[in-house]
């Protein structure tokens, strides 16, 4: 009778702790998806977040090297312009599937809503691109569409300093 208890009490403690196991795992996962080893690195770690769901589809030459192709000729854009840049945008990510766009100046993309402004002024420079023209979307596609073309997932925008946006791009 002694071994038979003792067997039920190791099987109920087993159990107990199985059940914790199994609970603590899942949420432990979900904590490693949701952190961003960029947030307090280029950006603040306190991040909003959005979805947005893409009206246009990841293209199939879409690669790692195009993401920062792109990143690249636009940061060279910026930088032929006779004012001061405004704006830093860099590509990260094991696959550069992240894009991060950061104020370098105060009082710069510092709220949510001029966040959203500047995408929107991105928005129109993508609708001159020949990709928008070549598909005729050019009046309906956004630069968040753009994105999800080129086959980026995340798109952060932060003032450096205080706020950050981030938005997965579906």
């Known amino acids: 009778m002694r071994v038979?208890?003792?067997s039920i009490k190791s099987v109920a403690t087993l159990g107990f702790v199985l059940a914790l196991a199994l609970t603590a795992f899942p949420a432990k996962a979900e904590e490693d998806v949701k952190q961003d080893r960029h947030a307090g690195y280029?950006?603040?770690?306190?991040?909003?977040h959005e979805i947005y769901k893409a009206r246009a589809r990841t293209l199939d030459e879409a690669t790692r090297e195009?993401?920062?192709g792109f990143v690249t000729a636009i940061t060279a854009q910026q930088s032929e312009r006779p004012y001061p840049i405004k704006t830093a945008m860099f590509?990260?990510?094991?696959?550069a599937e992240k894009l991060i766009i950061i104020s370098l100046i105060d009082g710069h993309l510092n709220t949510i809503y001029r966040a959203r402004a500047a995408l929107a002024l991105l928005t129109a420079g993508a609708r001159?691109?020949?990709?928008?023209?070549?598909?005729?979307v050019e009046a309906y596609?956004?630069?968040?569409?753009l994105c999800k073309m080129m086959g980026f997932r995340q798109v952060t925008v932060s003032d450096g300093k205080d706020f950050a946006h981030q938005i997965e791009v579906r």
Do not use: C, H, W
């Open 66 to 68: 195009r993401r920062i």
């Open 91 to 95: 590509a990260k990510g094991t696959e």
């Open 42 to 48: 280029y950006y603040p770690k306190n991040v909003s």
């Open 128 to 136: 001159t691109t020949p990709i928008f023209q070549q598909y005729s």
């Open 141 to 145: 596609f956004t630069f968040l569409d």
């Open 4 to 6: 038979m208890s003792f």
